[in-house]
């Protein structure tokens, strides 16, 4: 209780109604949102994976750790929400974990319990790791066509930097019970964490919840993001089927990273079966605008862009690209989501930001964002 | 949404079309459903390329009109074709709403299909490649037709007819706009009479392989309907078996056996109904039929041990599904994903459910039978289905 009060005195809190921010003094942020027409409330825990990078010794047991750690120290936390109609599920990113638990209207209380149940100390046996890996193995051969293009376009542009985090199977077999819990417990450092809870609650009851679960949590040492290296255009051809054109972008608020995401946008409007993917990120990143039904198409359309196709590009890729980010905003899985990923990096960063820039594009902008696809500039993948 | 979204829906509804207001929304979905009757393999096969020609020239709008309506939101006119039905979805700009649904009235009223654009569409779906998910959900290959052009005439005049059609249109209009709009649609479409269809008799082929490196199976139950006493007890099984990550399925796919990270409960429309299926995807085609009849018993076993939890679990999320958008329905009515709540599928859900059971798409009351199914009855249920399942295999390449 002591450290709940501290933490809400001290907390530097900004209401932008409906919304409050708490920072907390270990470094946690918490943000919560009203969204009292949404029928769901969306509690995520997300966590930076700064302290934690990947390397090849290690490739894939922040994953692993990922898988281990939802069973929960009972092995049935699924049971027990279900139960409830309530679900979690975790994600690995490169910049972060993601827990996220849905429940309904009055059951708050039940995803906070279950977070907490879940930052425990992982208890694993080695047996429990390897039944896990059988799992994974079958995980990794469902990746579909788009993730394994994606992987690939990251690999040329940024090398060892961009490794994918689903991991390696190879690396993963060495990981032990302790190297997972000294992953999670670094992991899972205060400063690097952002709870957000969003839907029909009562901010204030929300806020006071969060902040005695994330702001009670012992500090670490805070460790600084380190600049990523700049990507690199190229070719490069992967498993998988299909082919697609990787946009090297900026931090998510940079104008030409909205454009480049708006070019993309229109584009694949344009392709049949075509998908965008982009995670918005404090780091470099990519936007990738790719195909899996078809092994020709995208790349074409993009080399035989015509200044007369612009106009109309230019309208459709900046209404895309505004409702890409609106349409996160909607929901309260939504919010979590986007807000939490950023929060995470940065207690400073919204999405917002990166309306912004989409709203404020130019057509000049655009246009910079057509051409940061074209071969020279941009990754080609394609699947072999 | 969806329950709000319904009950302004009762208010609005004529036979054939739906109306969910919505002002929050900043366009207007709209979806048309176009019932399907049981085909032969060779119509299967003809109807799929038309489906894939509907977006074509018509008498009343060239593409280009239909294409520049549709950029005002950044969206194609799509379609897609199940067993039981053709949908053709449409999101236009709420000040586009009626030549929206003018549109999407000439494309089923009165389609052009050319020779070139079947042709092109046929060329298209045997080179595409689509995911082993879809391709196993379909079963089936797709087998480019010969056919006359009085085949597809016929056709034509078969299925594209006003009684066939229904429309849901969800988001920001002028309430009796879109009704007012279809039935002036309607009052123009004199689709002549019904032809009586040549049969050749051409037995369906099965899908062999998947173009994938995956191979998946099913345990696929018996097929049954919306009418049925028993609709309730049986989706709620099939909730039970297969929904979530404490389901059967999962605790034994995936658990107990580590043979799947993929492993779904689906619930499939076909022209009679709707089949129960269980799928599980794995990277190891060795003894996949083997692999089916042990999962069979293990189900079966599991089930068996089902409580009173299992019955509360499978409501909760049958729930959370119908109510909250959750997304571990098994409401496949898509050729790729499950229904879910957005705008699109709410009024394709209204159309739809309309169409193939003559009564709105009440979730609540679904679920409220739900509730009175006991866990004996739900056992039985289940059972039933995983006994009388046949297995189907589809072997990665």
Known sequence: ?384 | MILTALAAAAMFQTNHVVEILDPTMDAVDIEAVVRLPELTWHQRGLLEEMAGSLVQDTPTFSRNQIEELASHVGQRMRVSIMEDHIRVSFVVAPQDVESGISMVGSVLREPVFTEDSLKATSEDLQFRRFGYWRQALKGVPFDPPKYTRRDVAELKAVIFRPENVTVGVCGKFVSGQPSAKWAEVESQWQPGRIPRLYDDQAPAKSLAKLESSLSVFELRGPVFTATDAGFSTKVLALFALGSGKAGSLFRVAREKLGWSYRQESVLWPTPTGFAPRLLVVQSDKTDIDKRGETLRTELLADVKTWTEQDRLRALGIAQACMTRGVEYSPFYFHPDRTISSNGADDAFMAAYWQMKTGSPWAPSRLLGQMGLVTTEDMKAAAQEMLAASILKTYPGS
């Open chain 1, 1 to 384: 209780m002591l450290s709940l009060i501290a933490c809400l005195l001290s907390a530097q809190a900004t209401l932008d109604a409906p919304r409050l921010k708490t920072l907390c003094p270990n470094g946690a942020v918490v943000l919560v949102e009203r969204m009292p027409r949404e029928q769901t409330i969306s509690v995520q825990l997300w966590a930076s994976a700064r302290s934690v990078p990947e390397t090849p010794e290690t490739h894939g047991f922040r994953h692993l750790l990922e898988h281990l750690l939802v069973k929960g120290p009972s092995k049935d936390v699924d049971k027990k929400l279900e139960l409830k109609g309530c679900f979690l599920r975790a994600r690995t990113f490169r910049d972060a974990m993601q827990i996220e638990i849905s429940v309904g209207p009055r059951q708050l209380d039940l995803a906070i319990d279950t977070l907490k149940e879940l930052l425990h100390p992982i208890e694993v046996t080695q047996e429990e790791i390897d039944h896990e890996l059988s799992v994974m193995k079958e995980e990794f051969a469902i990746y579909d066509d788009a993730a394994r293009l994606s992987s690939a376009a990251w690999d040329q542009a940024y090398g060892s930097a961009g490794i994918d985090p689903f991991g390696d199977l190879e690396a993963m077999k060495k990981a032990t019970p302790q190297a997972i819990r000294d992953i999670q417990r670094k992991h899972f450092y205060p400063e690097n964490l952002a709870l957000v809870i969003a839907g029909p609650i009562d901010i204030d009851q929300a806020t006071k919840i969060a902040t005695e679960f994330v702001g009670g949590k012992q500090g670490a040492v805070k460790v600084p993001d380190e600049k990523g290296p700049d990507g690199k255009p190229g070719r490069i051809e992967t498993e998988g089927f299909g082919e697609g054109r990787a946009a090297i972008v900026g931090g998510f608020d940079n104008p030409k990273t909205a454009a480049s995401l708006a070019a993309s946008l229109a584009v694949a409007s344009d392709v049949e079966g075509s998908f965008v993917t982009y995670t918005p990120s404090a780091q470099r990143g990519l936007v990738i605008v790719g195909q899996t039904e078809r092994t020709a198409g995208i790349g074409l359309r993009v080399d035989e862009l015509k200044e007369g196709d612009y106009p109309r590009l230019f309208e459709i890729g900046r209404y895309l690209a505004r409702s890409w980010v609106e349409r996160q905003l909607q929901t309260s899985e939504g919010v979590a989501y986007i807000r939490g990923l950023l929060l995470c990096q940065g207690s400073g960063f919204r999405p917002e930001q990166m309306l912004d820039a989409v709203k404020q594009m130019t057509y000049d902008q655009f246009v910079a964002g057509l051409h940061s696809l074209a071969k020279d500039r941009a990754v080609t993948v394609v699947g072999r």
